[in-house]
């Protein structure tokens, strides 16, 4: 799959000036519409080392509401999530509903980093692929938006975005012996990406890959496709739509109390107020 990203796309400044307010904006707007529907939000960010997730949050926050959206980094377990299944501690942190949660770095942990740094055994990384699509299934089946995301660099860019963040005093802390360790088995990592795109993508939770080469190509890119999947969601949710698919609206019955009962109700609030 990976073989057939044209990582050659960039988009010019003159464009990215031109439609990133824009679609900030819009997703800005949609935001609270999603609040009025209860539309939950789950996004998950995977991508290689350096390349540009980072850059994709921050443009993707920029504009938003922090009281109705979370970023998760990714972290390893601790001792607690450690004695549960795997999937728990991202249970924990899925969002309300009409609020948006973006993963940097998910559950797909376990069939990436996990099985690519030999932490877990074969079994376990395995086992994991049935897991995540059954968990993804039950989030699309309660009609919560689902996005993942691979933000994808070829091996030559992310050895030039290496140099670069060297040669940065500010920014060389970044490089540590793992984003090595992961550079010389990038071979190894497309295996294992390859397997994960190809088990995992499913018509209720597709992958989208990204072309990061062009950072400014792949913001425009992320947020376009996270204003598309909200809005279709929400003309959805929409009266037209339900009425079009024939879906009938409750009727709200407001049950009235008789005459007599409501004195007699009256009559005890008056003996409690003078108890």
């Not at 990203?5 to 960039?10: F, N, Q, Y």
């Not at 975005?161 to 540590?176: G, H, S, V």
Request: charged share 35%; with cysteine.
């Amino acid at each position: 799959m990976l073989e057939t990203v044209d990582l050659r796309k960039k988009l010019s400044k003159t464009a990215y000036a031109k439609q990133m307010p824009v679609l900030q904006e819009k997703l800005r707007k949609l935001q609270y519409e999603a609040k009025d529907k209860g539309v939950a939000v789950i996004i998950c960010l995977e991508g290689w080392d350096l390349g540009g997730k980072g850059h994709l949050i921050k443009k993707l926050t920029e504009k938003l509401d922090p009281r109705l959206f979370r970023i998760r980094p990714g972290s390893p377990p601790s001792p607690l999530e450690q004695r549960y299944h795997f999937l728990w501690r991202y249970q924990m942190a899925l969002p309300n509903y009409g609020e948006m949660t973006l993963f940097d770095h998910s559950w797909y942990g376990r069939v990436l980093v996990e099985r690519c740094d030999k932490l877990t055994r074969k079994k376990h990384w395995r086992d994991a692929y049935q897991q995540i699509n059954e968990f993804e299934r039950w989030l699309t089946d309660d009609r919560q938006v689902m996005l993942k995301f691979w933000v994808h660099i070829s091996k030559s860019e992310q050895k030039k975005r290496f140099r670069e963040t060297l040669d940065d005093p500010l920014l060389r802390w970044k490089i540590t012996k793992e984003y090595r360790t992961h550079h010389r088995q990038y071979n190894r990592w497309v295996d294992a990406v390859e397997e994960m795109l190809a088990k995992t993508d499913s018509p209720y939770a597709p992958w989208i890959v990204v072309e990061a080469n062009d950072l400014r190509w792949a913001r425009v890119r992320f947020l376009r496709t996270i204003v598309n999947a909200v809005e279709t969601e929400l003309a959805r949710r929409s009266p037209r739509a339900a009425d079009k698919a024939g879906i009938s609206r409750p009727k709200v019955q407001v049950e009235k109390t008789p005459r007599a009962k409501r004195g007699a109700v009256r009559v005890r609030l008056a003996e409690v107020a003078h108890a």
